[in-house]
């Protein structure tokens, strides 16, 4: 498995703590090249994420809930994050 494929493995397992809904994973890894935290190791990923646990929830307590789900990857793996966190009862993003 290739070390795109862990991390992104790792990543989806540590959500599903979130009970989501629905998840979608893009990796801008690609986009990215020569970047500080590329030539590192961090990737760079586009989540869209729908969880009950985001209810009644402010932005950034999402985004903390997220970055609390994903631990230590935050810290060695993933380099960039970029969230759209939904609770099933939002409207969708335009």
């Known amino acids: 498995m290739s ?4 991390i992104e493995a790792a990543i989806r397992e540590r959500l599903a703590s979130l009970s989501p ?3 979608d994973l893009i990796d801008d890894s690609h986009l990215h ?6 030539r590192s190791g961090g990737r760079h990923y586009r989540l869209t994420i729908v969880s ?7 932005t950034m307590e999402r985004h903390r809930i997220i970055y609390a ?3 230590d990857l935050m810290q060695h793996d993933i380099h960039a994050l970029s969230i759209v966190a ?9």
């Open 3 to 6: 070390d795109a494929a862990r």
């Open 21 to 23: 809904s629905a998840i």
């Open 33 to 38: 090249a020569g970047h500080a935290g590329a």
């Open 52 to 58: 009950e646990q985001f209810s009644g929830r402010r």
């Open 69 to 71: 789900a994903l631990g």
């Open 86 to 94: 939904r609770a099933p009862d939002d409207a969708p993003a335009a």
